[in-house]
């Protein structure tokens, strides 16, 4: 279904919003199979997502060369880890992802989420519908998580790939110095990659939101992304113990946890509990803001 059929025509020549169909779960779930072509028939979509896809492999093909060359040491404790198996190149990766380049293509995906619709005028459409606008930004916000996925399964798959091929395949070293095999080892980076998606949560609920403020989706892409750069910032100034933990980039290394043995569940649940806080208030902003606000274009 396309942007322009929202509006159809009813059996009885009138016109009625094809938006009215979100009124059950089926029409919720066509509503969200919408979204998700929205969002993944963007050319700019798969750009930042060969992007992420191209990072595992650039990290592993220095590594490779960096540890075979004549002055190679193995290098930090993490590259050594690597050379020793190539799964560890998906935690590596996530690692290096989940800072910089995950926030950043998550939050440009979900900072346009509705400015860009507002901008190019189809949003209205959408909403001729009285009851439209919270189902359809519960599909927004769902179609973002499903991005997160999305990206961070692009990081994990190419980085299993690349360290397959690079590296030797077998036991894993944990941080905590135990070793398992690669039977557990790979259940516990599936494990590690969706704790990974979902701590990008909250990241979703706060761009939806900034989406919501302006018609402008290179406005709230921007807002959004310049806003995970500066609470990043502010996350590594000890001056702001009091503050920190509520941030919601705080817990994200958390999933290194996972990488022991046993697992260490404190930290993770810290963080998926914050991003279900950040969810709750930014959600509650975006809907409280999109549905009282007049669409014009």
């Known amino acids: 279904m396309s942007r322009a059929e929202a509006v159809a025509v009813a059996p009885g ?3 009625r919003a094809a938006g009215r169909r979100p009124q059950t779960a089926s029409g919720f779930l066509a509503l969200f199979r919408n979204e998700l072509h929205l969002t993944f028939r963007r050319m700019r979509t798969l750009v930042l997502l060969a992007i992420l896809a191209a990072l595992p492999v650039l ?15 193995g290098g930090p404790s993490f590259i050594a880890q690597t050379t020793q198996n ?13 800072p910089v380049f995950l926030p950043m293509t998550v939050g440009v995906v979900a900072g346009d989420s509705v400015a860009g619709e507002a901008a190019t005028g189809t949003l ?19 179609a973002g998580l499903a991005f997160c996925l999305a990206a961070t399964a692009a990081v994990a798959l190419t980085a299993l790939a690349t360290g397959a091929a690079l590296f030797p395949l077998g036991k894993v070293t944990l941080l905590s110095g135990d070793t398992i095999g690669l039977g557990e080892a790979l259940p516990r980076a599936l494990l590690v990659a969706a704790v990974v998606a979902l701590s990008l949560a909250g990241l979703v609920a706060i761009g939806l939101f900034v989406s919501t403020l302006t018609g402008s989706g290179i406005a709230a892409m921007a807002a959004t992304v310049v806003l995970v750069i500066t609470v990043q910032i502010l ?13 919601f980039t705080h817990y994200w290394l958390s999933f290194a946890d ?21 969810v709750a208030v930014f959600g509650s902003a975006a809907w409280a803001r999109f549905s009282s606000r007049d669409i014009s274009a």
Do not use: C, E
């Not at 190539?86 to 989940?98: M, N, S």
């Open 59 to 73: 990290i592993g093909v220095v590594i490779k060369v960096n540890t075979d060359g004549p002055h190679g040491d």
């Open 258 to 278: 996972l990488l022991r043995q046993p697992m260490y569940w404190d930290g993770v649940l810290k963080n998926l509990a914050l991003q279900a806080g950040y």
């Open 13 to 15: 020549g009138g016109s």
């Open 124 to 142: 209205r459409y959408l909403l001729v519908a009285p009851a439209g606008r919270t189902r359809l930004l519960a599909a927004k916000f769902t």
């Open 235 to 247: 996350d590594n100034f000890p001056q702001l113990d009091a503050i920190r933990p509520f941030l």
């Open 86 to 98: 190539g799964l560890f190149l998906v935690f590596t990766a996530l690692a290096v992802a989940l």
